[in-house]
């Protein structure tokens, strides 16, 4: 008796999709490289996703959630402790950053073309990081641990010193000291904004 494999579902099929985008971007990938790394036919995928475009952004918004980022992020604002929330918030930024979301492939539509829903998704998201960040540095000055200063700009700051350091990781494959580097960042940062 023979056993039957089944076919791959649409979640199969956007798991191999969102790794051949971020590899090679939109231009790159046929329905038919899908296929054959996904062991489906074309009618499936059109089945699920109605064309190559569909298929394209289901991948990109499975693959651009910053959701379990931010609501780790989240989390850390609610501390009361305004050095406390500091910390843990470089900490987590550092440690639990969604590198994958960055792949240049998922942007990339066709050749040298900015695909803007990917954009518009991840700067949605790249804002609520920054307004968490603001409420820390805002929670700060009312408890007296921060110095007034324009909160926005002051978590602009904060993030700018975070992003360095994972362009450093991501782009640049630089083995760096995470630990370390979060540690100098969280004092400079406190002691930038001490009253």
Do not use: W
């Amino acid at each position: 008796m023979q056993v039957q494999k089944s076919k791959p579902g649409p979640n199969e099929i956007l798991a191999v999709a969102a790794r051949l985008f971020a590899e090679r971007g939109y231009s790159n990938v046929s329905i038919r490289d899908v296929c054959k790394e996904a062991k489906t036919s074309a009618p499936m995928i059109y089945y699920y996703f109605k064309d190559k475009k569909g298929l394209f952004r289901a991948a990109v918004s499975e693959k651009l959630s910053l959701g379990q980022f931010i609501t780790r992020l989240r989390e850390t604002s609610a501390a009361k402790d305004v050095p406390k929330a500091v910390a843990s918030f470089v900490k987590i930024y550092l440690t639990a950053f969604p590198e994958a979301a960055f792949d240049p492939g998922l942007y990339m539509r066709e050749t040298a073309k900015l695909d803007n829903r990917s954009a518009e998704v991840v700067s949605r998201q790249l804002d609520e990081v920054q307004t968490i960040a603001t409420s820390i540095v805002q929670k700060g000055m009312r408890s007296g641990d921060f110095r007034a200063v324009e909160a926005g700009e002051a978590a602009d700051c904060l993030i700018g010193m975070l992003n360095h350091v994972l362009f450093q990781k991501i782009h640049f494959s630089r083995s760096l000291d995470i630990e370390g580097k979060g540690e100098v960042i969280t004092s400079f940062f406190l002691n930038a904004m001490r009253p």
